[in-house]
């Protein structure tokens, strides 16, 4: 266990007198950390944190004063911690160096001179890459062991949180949503009843209710649940719609049977514009077609902000159409819904409130940690009548409190992973007025790309409109290509640059972004904007980096022909 | 920002001095620490943690010593922490108040003399305790503010991780796991592709192959994915179940609308014996009432380990009808799936290695952190197969790495939480021999407390056999009951009895337990076994608590007579 050496009575006694000369001990104790830092490196604190970091860039840590606690974890193992007797201490500074680790990554995570990532193959990390070993052991490993592959494990991953990192909708790495993140997993409960649960559950409650109310519904309007990611919500959706339009189909007894049965033949596509939103006029003769052949069209999926392309389709048109011909609306804003946010943006979503139900993932443009996604239901009740079982073995009604704050049986996970404490937190730290400000930079970051990339000749935008969302869309053209006639030959060409670009760009791991083809379009990237973190100059830096990357990579192509 | 004072030029000097006369400056540290915490509680340190600890127990943070970092938060926000430029220091302060109050609440979690909850009814949560409030502001609020309500918001929940907590198959607080789930959220990313996870994707890989070996498949079967819970690993294999039999039923072109579609009416119940495992000869002749009616019966869900007996079914049995009938076999181990560690009790889900399909949950008897859930099929390819949709949009399969690894597409939920960590961290930390002694210690918890109940003549078990899982099942007969013929009356009282002492229970905090009806069988309790943390002591104090609880309560039982 902990070995702490003996101060010598004199040195004590020394420290002593420098706090009756009037020296409080904080501040002795703040200012010994700022002369062990421009110390020379012989320092115990120091070697131990380079044997750590010894095969990278990560600062030794800075919080690493304490005392009492062990530093040295090489002879402790996890039966050391708690709940062993007397493992409180061993615990404390175990923590101590994981939480040096994690901050250190959280600072590199922001520095624009650190790497988005190091990559490496599947085969070369399952190798085990400068002895970092994804093995599992039957014997224990000992707890400086453990310290190492939580340095490694961050080391060989990406950094979603890095202002260039423009990969994946969600991005960003919200501080006061991990602190959220940090206590949750501490809590270690489940959204399953109140008595597990009580402040949870009333959280959600109260997120649920709020974001009811940005959507526009009335307050006897309203219900929902937080469901792990925007699929599981939309398939809420679908299944409530269904449940509601035909109760006799509520498919039960078991939870897993009761969950939808609509065949694909049964799935109508409806046409959208080139920007990608719906036709009105064709979900109506879509609508008018099924009926036609004897089909029930009870269900229309809308979408406020589209997964490239960042389309709003045109809610109010849709909901009137939806309303002459008595369907469920749901409107998929998982992606679009942090707009509403936004007194400049939410415009786009006009006619949301008319929605049945609406998915809202705050992991994505508000910027909470993975996963937080909601699915928000207009009628009450209907959740909980729809997937309910009451099973008493479960959900005991005979408590002593109000068990409608049980949640689990409107759900059709039973159990639930709590994720609303980090959204909570990072309502009380922003406040809606923080919320706004985060959206409108990221739009704005948005509006810059595109202005860069209509000023440039080697990129050419996908459309040529402002973007609604932060979504922008474009292509490189290598030199060679610019003066190409359009065509099959400059599109399979074109096709490749994309690929080529993000794997260099992967090796050398300075940004991240991301490219698809859609329809008959090929392989254009998407950049989207949820980290706030982002500058314009990281927007600069891209296309540079691109332009550069795409150059070199050209040539090869040339050399193909 | 950060205030930080100035050290005057001779008390820095004095400091040095004690370097220069051969003690290390971590050694001065570490020993200011321990005169800080002897000195009077005039210090600066203490005085803050008084403020924010002021109405409950927590301990005073003890491991914040650090320096030249903010210790009062009351005028600094969140906009004042990364990405903020010189946010660094701010952000480790914060870190370090947050961590301190969670440390604080880990060790308090496993010390007996703190109860396991406070509770208070919703309404009273709702109201706002002692100024905790829930509502969501239009401004932000401080990081003082914040931590405060980080401290209440442990304060009013409950603490599955204490020793006496035996309310859910779910419990214990597993430090290392705890500290893979802050990595996690550090980490920030989705289990959506290579690119974005390759560390988790690959030891996502290592674990199931891991738990695939465990259940006794070959090397060349085995197939899975870590899901959301149990209930979504279970839906998951009817789900596979399907698609085998029907490929051409494979509803998918959304995936909402891909899951299931199994009418109640064809879920046909299994008889079990009293003990709840299930009867092998009436499953046969459900097979073939099924088949007479001209159904297709296809899959076969037997649990290893029920919810609340404990239960195993007599898989070798099972899997024989199955086999003989053509069904897909699904062993449900959500609950008992944690015994393959055991070499004393994996005995009791012998035959699981002829499963098609199975559901373990780590989270349960294994004690890593919520959420841990997984589903294993035998089968390779068939998780692809039912539920790609092959979105080029989403997965580039030009990429430049092995896309096999993007197991986006494998899931029907598509981004998905990363709960692989922290299980890979606590196999490091215990090796499965840790686990196996662990889930050993858990099961001989639950046999002192069944040999407890058939000492005394205040308690009746609900069975009379050993247990085979951790579960005990069981009443409190009060005085007025004990020499009541069996009946309805009786049956009517001692149905009363467990809800009232489980609400008494729970005003005091001292313990938790869980009870609930079962077919013929009137409220009883359950106790469970999964956290580590418990001692015998513990299983002795529940008895007597309850003992004493219930002889309160049925003095009023019998004054409504």
Request: aromatic content about 8%.
């Amino acid at each position: 266990m902990a070995k702490t050496k003996e101060l010598s009575k004199d040195v004590r006694d020394k420290i002593v007198d420098l706090h009756k000369a009037g020296m409080d001990y904080k501040t002795i104790a703040k200012q010994l950390e700022s002369i062990i830092e421009n110390s020379t490196p012989g320092g115990q604190i120091l070697a131990e944190s380079k044997q750590r970091s010894s095969s990278d860039n990560i600062n030794p840590p800075q919080t690493s004063d304490n005392t009492c606690i062990p530093k040295d974890f090489s002879c402790i193992y996890s039966k050391d911690l708690l709940p062993a007797l007397s493992g409180e201490d061993t615990t404390k500074g175990f923590f101590q160096e994981l939480v040096s680790v994690l901050l250190s990554y959280v600072c590199k995570s922001f520095r624009r001179s650190s790497k988005v990532l190091d990559f490496h193959h599947p085969h070369q990390l399952r190798e085990g890459l400068e002895g970092f070993s994804l093995d599992l052991p039957d014997q224990p490993e000992n707890l400086e062991q453990l310290l190492v592959d939580c340095r490694d494990t961050l080391k060989y991953g990406v950094k979603t949180g890095h202002p260039r990192f423009f990969n994946q909708l969600s991005s960003g790495l919200d501080v006061i949503g991990l602190a959220g993140e940090w206590l949750t997993s501490t809590a270690n409960t489940n959204m399953f009843t109140y008595e597990v649960s009580p402040v949870f559950i009333l959280m959600e409650e109260v997120l649920l209710r709020k974001m009811q109310e940005i959507v526009g519904w009335s307050e006897e309007e309203g219900d929902g649940v937080f469901c792990p990611g925007g699929t599981m919500s939309n398939l809420y959706s679908v299944l409530l719609a269904r449940y509601h339009f035909f109760p006799e189909s509520h498919y039960s007894v078991k939870k897993s049977a009761a969950v939808l049965g609509i065949g694909s033949e049964n799935v109508v596509v409806v046409k959208c514009d080139d920007r990608g939103k719906m036709i009105p006029a064709e979900l109506e003769s879509s609508i008018i077609t099924a009926k036609d052949q004897g089909c029930v069209p009870f269900y229309v999926n809308a979408t406020a902000g589209t997964t490239v392309y960042g389309a709003f389709d045109p809610l109010n048109a849709i909901a009137d159409i939806c309303e002459s011909h008595g369907l469920w609306l749901h409107v998929d804003a998982a992606w679009g819904g942090g707009l509403l946010m936004s007194k400049r943006h939410r415009v786009k979503l006009q006619g949301i409130e008319r929605a049945w139900s609406v998915t809202w993932n705050p992991h994505k443009m508000m910027g909470a940690p993975l996963q937080c996604s909601a699915i928000l239901v207009k009628k009450r009740g209907l959740l909980q009548a729809c997937n309910q079982l009451c099973a008493e073995y479960l959900f005991q009604t005979d408590k002593h409190y109000d068990t409608s704050y049980d949640t689990g049986d409107k759900t059709i996970q039973c159990g639930r992973h709590v994720d609303v404490f980090k959204l909570w937190l990072m309502w009380k730290a922003k406040g809606s007025e923080g919320f706004e400000s985060q959206v409108n930079k990221c739009l704005e970051n948005a509006e810059h790309l595109f202005d860069k990339i209509k000023q440039r000749p080697d990129f050419e935008l996908v459309f040529k409109g402002k973007p609604e969302h932060s979504n922008v869309c474009f292509w490189y053209i290598p030199p060679s290509l610019r003066k190409m006639p359009p065509g099959p030959e400059r599109n399979r060409r074109l096709h490749e640059v994309a690929p080529k670009i993000k794997a260099k760009m992967m090796e050398q791991g300075m940004a991240m972004i991301g490219y698809q083809p859609l329809g008959d379009k090929v392989n254009f990237f998407r950049c989207v904007f949820s980290n706030p973190a982002t500058q314009t100059e990281d927007v600069d830096y891209l296309l540079e980096e691109i332009a550069c990357l795409g150059h070199d990579i050209c040539i090869r192509i040339e050399t193909n022909l």
